[in-house]
């Protein structure tokens, strides 16, 4: 693909924290409607690389490119990433007691897609369509964000962002850690449903291989102490899966 | 960021800070003296009952020492001698909003009263300097027998219902700023609710102070008959002076058998303002008092809302926030004293300190020897947003009856990174987010007051937000 088509381009990406050196030169590209997967074993980058696209403060990025639709993310504090359409569904979402979920919901989607969006009935239908597809109750809206929530119920409710938050590029980190068999079919449609068929992208961060039988990536990419090892179609998830890391540190 | 620096430029460091022109028709020199006391009191036309408790209230007053507990240093601070005692700004209590004098209409349009009279309001006494200038009470309240009242027409019109309750809650000895208060009173509101009337709609007065130096001492008097319920709202805000207020008011309420309760403050007072206030409650069989206590402004807070339960089966709610910012110290808390079997009382306080301000929690709960079977449950939660503010926390328990059950749990938070990028990665800057955080820990006191005044105070917040980043 051309690099002027892509909607991601990560160039030459090298960050850390605290001064130690975690992404080690990633190179990576996302076109519109494309849902991608990386992959590798705990401590090989993956959540640093989502925190450096979304923009934590607390990562320093060296040197390298971030670019999303021409524009460099680079220069965006987290919230300005957001607006300009960056979406991560976190591992680990934080809760804040007292913080109404349907009040939420509302303040992000008019920060993020405008007022409109977030007025009443307009809302309250996009709302309950999500809401419905991610076999959500009513009940949720009232309760404060991700206090008290289960593992699965906090997973449902990045995925229920992403569906009314309309991001052109969603990362999703270890979104099926957490969630049972259904649930990772009922949030793999969620994400099938937000990023196919849309000019939106998508980088799925797993451990394994279980939540990509649902969404079926165009592309699969191995990361391994901060580079990408190797990339490849649907089906090196497939042989990860059988035959683990191994072959990799090999080659 | 610039978008809110510009903001924070038009609305000012304090949104309430402005003032009007001193308009008074009397107003006392400066000081303290046992003339002007009984100046004061022949000025109402007092009855000489009144006045004599007032003399005896000053004497009492130049006699007791400052606390030596809570904020000495701040307390020090205070001149006596450079407070002026009484001011009146309009000859009559006004009844109707269009007789009401022009440019205090200007100073309560600019408070948002009208508008909420509309859609909360069954009554309306508003505190304006020393006495009330604009009182109304809706017409079914007046047949239902209820009395809404400010104090001194309290006084003047049901005599005897004020000298058989006045003082009885908190005597005129009970402390140094409620002894100066019961000796120079002006304005605050006076209701009586008769036997088995429930006002359902909440009653409500603002309170301000607009003079330079004034002391503003109002004093409230609340009795709610047999069977009988209501909820007061009182909301607080003042402009903003350079050089010292003394806010000391008294609340006294009466909840007699079966009878409810429920009095709501929000005080905003500017940064310069010491707000040293008693209030308590007495509660007879099966009866309820509740207070709701917001404290956001001021120099120094000293306020402990107290329930006195004396009756069998009664039950006592404090639920209080305080928020410090630079320069202030909020000491506030709650007293419930348990002298009745089967009483039960719940304490929630909440505070958040930032910028160097500092917030205590100062409660105390007792359970008298006879006091069977009783349940107490104290909580107290403070949020400091940095490294130079402070949170302590004074709890005071003694319980001399075995069968009570009694609850306590603290916690100290502070705002993580993790949670304010959270909150960011959904659009929200980083004060927007802090503002979320903060009004979200105020939320179960924010959700038991009138929707309008839990818009106006997690407004207030997030303009308290602003700017507090690095």
């Known amino acids: 693909m051309a690099g002027s088509n892509a909607l991601l381009e990560i160039k030459g990406l090298h960050a850390g924290i605290d001064g130690n050196q975690i992404l080690k030169g990633i190179d990576l590209e996302i076109g519109p409607g494309e849902i991608h997967a990386i992959m590798g074993r705990n401590g090989s980058g993956k959540t640093t690389t989502a925190n450096v696209i979304m923009g934590h403060p607390e990562f320093e990025v060296e040197k390298g490119e971030v670019i999303l639709d021409g524009e460099d993310l680079l220069e965006m504090e987290a919230w300005e990433r957001a607006r300009a359409g960056v979406f991560l569904s976190f591992q680990y979402p934080q809760a804040v007691p007292g913080l109404q979920v349907g009040n939420f919901l509302r303040k992000s989607v008019s920060s993020i897609r405008g007022e409109e969006a977030a007025k009443g009935s307009i809302f309250r239908e996009d709302l309950s369509k999500a809401m419905e597809s991610l076999d959500v109750p009513r009940s949720f809206l009232a309760r404060y964000v991700n206090d008290g929530f289960s593992g699965g119920e906090k997973k449902r409710f990045e995925i229920l962002q992403l569906m009314l938050l309309k991001p052109k590029l969603a990362v999703l980190d270890e979104t099926d850690s957490g969630l049972d068999i259904d649930g990772i079919r009922t949030v793999s449609e969620g994400i099938n449903a937000a990023i196919r068929d849309s000019d939106s992208g998508a980088l799925i961060i797993t451990h394994y291989s279980r939540i990509l039988e649902h969404i079926n990536p165009d592309k699969v990419h191995v990361l391994m102490d901060g580079i990408i090892v190797s990339s490849g179609g649907p089906e090196l998830a497939t042989k990860l899966e059988e035959q683990g890391y191994e072959w990799l540190q090999q080659e | ?470």
């Open chain 2, 1 to 470: 960021m610039v978008e809110n620096k510009e903001a924070r430029e038009a609305v000012g460091d304090y949104k309430a800070g402005w003032h009007d022109p001193e308009n008074s028709t009397i107003r006392f020199d400066f000081g303290l003296s046992e003339e002007v006391v009984r100046e004061i009191s022949s000025l109402k036309n007092e009855p000489a009952w009144m006045t004599e408790i007032r003399v005896k209230a000053f004497h009492h007053f130049m006699e007791r020492p400052m606390p030596n507990w809570g904020n000495t240093s701040m307390l020090e601070e205070i001149d006596f001698d450079k407070i002026c005692y009484y001011l009146r700004s309009s000859d009559a209590t006004e009844k109707n909003w269009e007789d009401v004098p022009e440019d205090i209409r200007n100073t309560f349009d600019k408070l948002g009263i009208p508008e909420a009279e509309q859609k909360w309001l069954s009554g309306v006494t508003a505190q304006y300097e020393s006495e009330a200038v604009y009182h109304s009470i809706r017409g079914d309240l007046e047949e239902q027998g209820v009395i809404f009242l400010d104090m001194d027409s309290g006084l003047r019109e049901y005599p005897e219902i004020v000298k058989k309750w006045f003082c009885s809650v908190v005597p005129l000895t009970d402390n140094k700023f409620s002894a100066l208060n019961t000796a120079v009173w002006s304005g605050g509101s006076f209701i009586y609710v008769p036997k088995g009337i429930k006002v359902e709609m909440p009653v409500q007065a603002y309170f301000r102070i607009n003079a330079k130096n004034m002391g503003q001492f109002e004093r409230t008097l609340i009795i709610a008959d047999e069977g009988s319920s209501i909820h007061y709202v009182e909301g607080c805000t003042a402009p903003t002076y350079s050089t010292d207020s003394l806010h000391s008011a008294v609340v006294e309420l009466i909840a007699l058998p079966g009878a409810h309760i429920r009095y709501s403050t929000v005080q905003n007072w500017s940064s310069n303002v010491y707000n040293l206030v008693t209030k308590r409650g007495i509660a007879h069989e099966n009866a309820t008092i509740e207070w709701v206590d917001g404290n956001i402004g001021s120099k120094l807070t000293m306020k402990y809302p107290a329930v006195i339960l004396k009756g069998e089966g009664s039950h006592a709610e404090v639920i209080s926030v305080a928020y410090s910012g630079e320069g202030q110290h909020q000491d506030a808390g709650a007293k419930i004293h348990h002298l009745a079997s089967n009483t039960t009382s719940k304490i929630l306080s909440k505070s958040i300190s930032k910028n160097g301000g500092r917030g205590s929690y100062r409660g105390m709960v007792t359970v008298s020897p006879k006091a069977e079977n009783c349940k107490l449950n104290v909580v107290c939660d403070a949020l400091i947003l940095d490294e130079s503010s402070r949170s302590d926390t004074y709890p005071t328990m003694e319980v001399s009856n075995p069968t009570a059950r009694c609850e306590h749990e603290a916690s100290v938070s502070k705002v993580s990174d993790e949670q304010l990028f959270y909150l960011m990665s959904r659009g929200h800057s980083e004060e927007e987010a802090l503002a979320m955080i903060v009004n979200g820990f105020f939320e179960p006191f924010t959700r038991e007051l009138p929707m309008e005044y839990a818009v106006e105070l997690n407004q207030l917040m997030a303009l308290e937000m602003e700017g507090s980043i690095g």
